[in-house]
C-alpha cells in the first residue's frame, strides 16, 4: 500500500463546475502536507500547504483532516487552464516529500 | 523571482556511461533534494543536503553519488548507467529552519539508450 494515496482519475469537468480531490496518507507522524500542479512533463508547482484549520486561496480550498489522515483539495468554477495533474504531497519527517501517484484533471469547454 | 536551475535540462547517454547533473537552488536556500520520476511515475525522493552534509537519504541506488559544495549548488553523478535510469530528474530547494516548502527546478531529462 502507498503512503499516499489518490484517486488517479481521471476528472472530466466542464468550465465553471466544481471538483474535490480527496487523499488519504498511512503515517499518522506526517508533519505537513502540500498541494502541488504538476503540466505534462513540467516541475512539480506549489499550489498551496494544507493546514488543519482549512485555508482557501481564490478558487482553491484545503482541508486537512488528521484524525482520519485525509487532505482534500476543493477547485471552484474551474477554468480550462485548470487541467493538469494534482498530486497530495505529505512530509513525513526530515523534509523528505511523500507523492501521491497524482489526480488528473481535464476541464473541458 | 529567481528559480532553481538544473542543467543540463535534456541528457542523452548509453548504458554503462556516467552522466553528471547540476542544480542551482534559489538564492538564500540553504537545502537541495534530488527526486526521480519515471514515466509515467510520481516522483521519488532520492537525497537531500542541507549546509553541505548529506540530511537525508531515500531510494537512491548505489550507483550514485551527490554532493552540495560552499556555493550551494549540488551535482547528482550517475555512473553505469541503465536503461532504467531514463526519467525526469528534479532538483528542489528550501530554506530549512524555518521549514519552509520546496520549489522544484525545470528538472533533467535522461534518456539511456
Known sequence: RKEVEQDPGP???????TVAFNCT???????????????????????MSVYSSGNEDG????????ASQYISLLIRDSKLSDSATYL??????????TFGGGTRLMVKP | AAGVIQSPRHLIKEKRETATLK????????????????????????????????SDKGSIPDRFSAQQFSDYHSELNMSSLELGDSALYFCASSLRRIQETQYFGPGTRLLVL
Not at chain 1, 25 to 47: I, V
Not at chain 2, 30 to 53: A, N, R
Request: with cysteine; glycine share 6%.
Open chain 1, 11 to 17: 476528472f472530466n469537468v466542464p468550465e465553471g463546475a
Open chain 1, 25 to 47: 496518507y498511512s503515517n499518522s507522524a506526517s508533519q505537513s502536507f502540500f498541494w502541488y500542479r504538476q503540466d505534462c512533463r513540467k516541475e512539480p508547482k506549489l499550489l
Open chain 1, 59 to 66: 478558487r482553491f480550498t484545503a482541508q486537512l483532516n488528521r
Open chain 1, 88 to 97: 497530495c504531497v505529505v512530509n513525513t519527517g526530515g523534509n523528505m516529500l
Open chain 2, 23 to 54: 542544480c542551482y537552488p534559489i538564492p538564500r536556500h540553504d537545502t537541495v533534494y534530488w527526486y526521480q520520476q519515471g514515466p509515467g511515475q510520481d516522483p521519488q525522493f532520492l537525497i537531500s543536503f542541507y549546509e553541505k552534509m548529506q
